[in-house]
């Protein structure tokens, strides 16, 4: 594909108006909007109501996929936050795991009884004080600050011509003014990140490293600061406490000053391992003498080629400019050696992470990597397969210790250990069972779409685990039916039952009051998936007879997906279970996500059911305004079931609430820094105008409001290997060019 395709020249200014040139200076040159980015004209500074303390959650982001800096872009003394991704505070966990597996069966007698109140004191009580567990996280972390002081620049508001930026195809990040200008990038291919300063006045700046200003470490750790240490600025962490999974006992941030440049890295510390400095030394010389032009040279032509595997044209600029966003925020955060995007990609600028920076599987985590594949980053979701075999054997411990069954079991958060875990002691979240369903989906989507036999031969052993996981959790339903006692939707409860997480409408309802309900809609779509995975793999492979013949036994006697008495789509597959649709999580419309079932899209009364549900759903979140997932989810499956019109809502409370001044996103409005719709945003509007239909051919522009009355995309990765050449469309008519894996191009037309 040519990376040189011209794209929409989308970057503007806060006010939506693209800058016009400044007048050249000797220090900065002529100023130009970057063609694919943002530009701000402030600092990094809190909404309205935020605490100034989160103002670093509006920063400039760059990232590698191992490191990363957030740069607010202040002038006489910035404070740029670094991060690696690897790094989450270790926290003592008091035994390995509660073997929930011991009480299964009363779980399941007190479920199905109706009894859901008494499994926590009854199962999850009595297993945690039996094991001496605690409910505890090791959060995610900022690393080191890197301090820049230059005295005698002014304060932003009085220099001439300031502006913050973020340029997408070069992953790089500028301050300036009219005679000054401070650029930052993390380099993919040389591992550092780096720092150019020119200044016309060479007025002079100090620069060194710091703990983060913002929090102050825990009793976890101890800093050991070194100014200088060998002529460079030596920065490091020794974690005082041991999680026997986390692989790190402390780490090392380096910097090396070169004249106006600075090269830094992070260096996580692995358990035998005391320092990485020489290391460091020789890694930041190199850097040094290749200097940083050199590095953006090697650098930016890789971003450039990511960002420009997909383009996007509609009449919305700014719309524009946050779909390239979102795809610059997770190509950012993803990388090698299994690092994918947590709750905030792979940055912060805290000692300690909102919701612990986890990965958190039950929704977030998903939807960051929910468009690699269809954005044509097929290659990231090897980063993925490397993530769950870096934590298979407490995953496979999990699935046995925990619940009786074979194969593996992916807890709904997941930091340093694979084990399940727990923000607090109200732990519904045990109870559900689609971690490893929903994970090992975008493996099977990843060979589905390259058509890698090799690929599906890497990851067939881990379908089969999700799909005997499953089986062997399934318990027979008082109807006769397989099913789910207990079972958990994410994050919901009935209506009028017992309060659950983020349930606004019950605020009188008992609080820690138990949110467990047999037979969740979100579960069930995952068994169904799993098993129809799995069973595909195992056919084209020739493999493991015995067990597509189990599955097909269980696949069988799975209940059908049911309307509610009131006429929504069921949440839980128990009749007459009251639906709850004043919540912020829509676990339930799963099956819509990445995926659209014929035994849904074929079934007339289950698609009015759904956009019954989804307007409801959608009514709810424009009144409370409180979860970008949330919306996220709705957005996915009216997409999928061809309702434009909630479709358009999603995304455009989308692009007006959550994101941020520099275009990360957000969790809740105004702040909150979370990348999950980075990744979502942008496919909702690629499967709003082409989608797999469910006869396996495409529905195209499905979804498409009227006010996108012309546009195109192209580059989008569909299953079977077919590539978007170019979609194009003015009103309802479009041609479509497919590139299929043969090098035929075929052409419809409407």
């Known amino acids: 594909m040519n990376s040189n395709r011209r794209l929409p020249e989308i970057a503007v200014a ?37 605490a100034k303390s989160r103002a670093w959650e509006q920063s400039l982001l760059t990232g590698n996929g191992a490191m990363g800096a957030m740069v607010p872009g202040e002038l006489a003394h910035e404070e740029i936050f670094l991060s690696h991704a690897r790094l989450f ?72 011509g300031y502006r913050r930026m973020t340029d997408f195809e ?7 003014t009219d005679d000054y200008e401070r650029r930052i990038f993390a380099s993919r291919t040389d591992g550092v990140i780096a720092m150019r300063v020119k200044d016309a006045k060479k007025r002079p700046f100090t620069v060194k490293l710091e703990t983060i200003s913002n929090g102050r470490p825990s009793g ?14 030596y920065y490091r962490v020794d974690f005082r406490k041991e999680n026997g999974k986390n692989p790190f006992h402390g780490y090392e941030a380096v910097g090396l000053r070169k004249g106006d440049e600075v090269f830094v890295k992070i260096y996580p510390l692995p358990f035998g391992t005391d320092s990485m400095f020489e290391t460091a030394k020789r890694e930041l010389s190199a850097a040094a003498n290749a200097g940083y032009a050199r590095l953006l040279e090697r650098h930016a032509p890789v971003m450039k080629e990511l960002m420009g595997r997909v383009t996007l044209d509609l009449p919305d600029r700014d719309l524009v400019r946050k779909f390239h966003a979102g ?14 995007p947590n709750l905030q990609g792979l940055w912060s600028g805290s000692w300690s992470a909102p919701y612990n920076g986890s990965y958190t599987v039950d929704g977030n985590m998903p939807c960051a990597m929910s468009f690699w594949t269809r954005g044509n980053t097929p290659e990231f979701n090897e980063s993925l397969y490397e993530w769950i075999m870096r934590y298979y054997d407490d995953f496979k411990e999990a699935a046995k210790k925990g619940y009786n069954a074979r194969g593996i079991h992916i807890p709904g958060q997941v930091t340093t250990t694979g084990l399940e875990t727990a923000y607090y002691r109200n732990v519904e979240l045990m109870w559900w069972h689609g971690g490893a369903g929903w994970m090992t989906g ?42 789910f006692a207990p079972g958990y939707s994410p994050e919901n409860a009935p209506h009028g039952d017992f309060r659950s997480q983020g349930d606004v409408m019950n605020p009188d309802l008992p609080k820690g009051g138990y949110s467990t309900k047999n037979n969740p809609t979100m579960d069930i779509s995952v068994a169904k998936q799993s098993i129809d995975y799995a069973t595909k793999a195992a056919k084209i492979l020739g493999r493991d007879e015995a067990s597509v013949r189990e599955w097909a036994q269980k696949r069988a006697r799975l209940p059908k997906y049911a309307v509610s008495k009131d006429g ?75 309702d434009a019109a909630v479709m358009e809502r999603a995304i455009k409370l989308l692009q007006e609430t959550y994101f941020t001044d520099a275009l990360g996103t957000l969790h809740d409005p105004g702040w909150l820094f979370n990348i999950d719709i980075s990744g979502g945003f942008p496919g909702i509007i690629a499967d709003a105008l082409i989608t797999k239909g469910p006869d396996g051919g495409f529905k195209v522009l499905n979804a498409k409001p009227a006010s996108w009355k012309k546009g195109s995309i192209s580059g989008l990765l569909l299953p079977g290997g077919i590539k978007v050449k170019k979609l194009s469309w003015q009103g309802d008519s479009y041609e479509l060019e497919l590139l299929h894996p043969d090098g035929r191009i075929t052409v419809q037309r409407k």
């Open 170 to 176: 070069r992953g790089e990040c500028t301050v300036r």
């Open 220 to 233: 976890d750790a101890a800093i050991q600061r070194i100014r200088e240490k060998d002529g460079y600025m």
């Open 568 to 642: 929504f789509w069921a949440e839980w597959l128990i009749p007459g279970t009251p639906d709850n649709n004043s919540h912020r999580h829509d676990s339930h419309v799963y099956a819509l996500y990445d995926e659209a079932p014929a035994e849904i899209l074929t079934n007339a009364a289950f698609v009015a059911a759904i956009k019954k549900t989804l307007d409801a759903r959608m009514t709810f979140h424009e009144k409370e305004n409180h979860m970008a997932f949330g919306v996220t989810q709705i957005g996915y499956a009216a997409a999928k079931v061809g």
């Open 89 to 160: 505070l270790p926290r003592v966990m008091k035994g390995r795991y509660f073997e929930l597996g011991k009480y299964r069966d009363k779980a399941r007698e007190l479920a199905l009884a109706g009894r859901e109140k008494e499994i926590w004191g009854e199962v999850i009580q009595k297993a945690s004080d039996e094991s001496g567990y605690a409910f505890t996280r090791d959060p995610f972390m900022g690393a080191v600050s890197l301090v820049v002081d230059t005295p005698e620049l002014p304060k932003w508001s009085d220099a001439q």
């Open 442 to 483: 975008y493996l099977w989507r990843w060979y589905e779409a390259t058509q890698d036999i090799e690929v599906l031969k890497k990851v067939y052993p881990l379908l089969k685990d999700a799909a005997d996981y499953i089986c062997d959790c399934l318990e027979e339903m008082p109807d006769g039916t397989l099913g």
């Open 14 to 50: 806060l006010s939506a108006v693209l800058l016009a040139s400044l007048p050249r200076t000797a220090a900065a040159g002529e100023f130009h909007a970057p063609r694919l980015g943002v530009v701000c004209e402030t600092p990094a500074q809190a909404r309205p109501g935020v």
């Open 327 to 340: 795809r610059y925020n997770i190509i950012s955060s993803t990388g090698p050696d299994g690092v994918l």
